[in-house]
């Protein structure tokens, strides 16, 4: 069984920065596929970033050049950096892990972004 638990979340200006962090729980997570998505109010949940077993990375248009997916197999933990981050970024964020034919995800962090 594993277990993610998203961080990092919270409130932030039009323009600054924040760093989510995930950790997983379990012995597979260097032979996992990870992403980060995100549902804000009234939309479908999409897909933000993905990083593969290998770290090759993949962003959704609307954040490439702003976001940064990165993953720590030592630490279990995969991360999102955030910069220049727009009022459209408000969301709720969720990690997702993918190994075995199985997925897991996280309970989500918001992050709003509201001057």
């Known amino acids: 069984q594993v277990q993610l638990v998203e961080s990092g979340g919270g409130l932030v200006q039009p323009g600054g920065s924040l760093r989510l962090s995930c950790a997983a729980s379990g012995s597979i997570f260097s032979r996992s596929a990870l992403g980060w998505y995100r549902q804000a109010p009234g939309k479908q949940r999409e897909w933000v970033a993905l990083?593969?077993?290998?770290?090759?990375?993949n962003y959704a248009v609307s954040v490439k050049g702003r976001f940064t997916i990165s993953r720590d197999n030592a630490k279990n933990t995969v991360n999102l950096q955030m910069n220049s981050l727009k009022p459209e970024d408000t969301a709720v964020y969720y990690c997702?892990?993918?190994?075995?034919?199985?997925?897991?995800w996280g309970e989500g962090t918001q992050v709003t972004v509201s001057s």
């Open positions: 997702r892990l993918t190994a075995l034919g199985l997925e897991y």
């Open positions: 990083i593969s077993t290998g770290g090759s990375t």
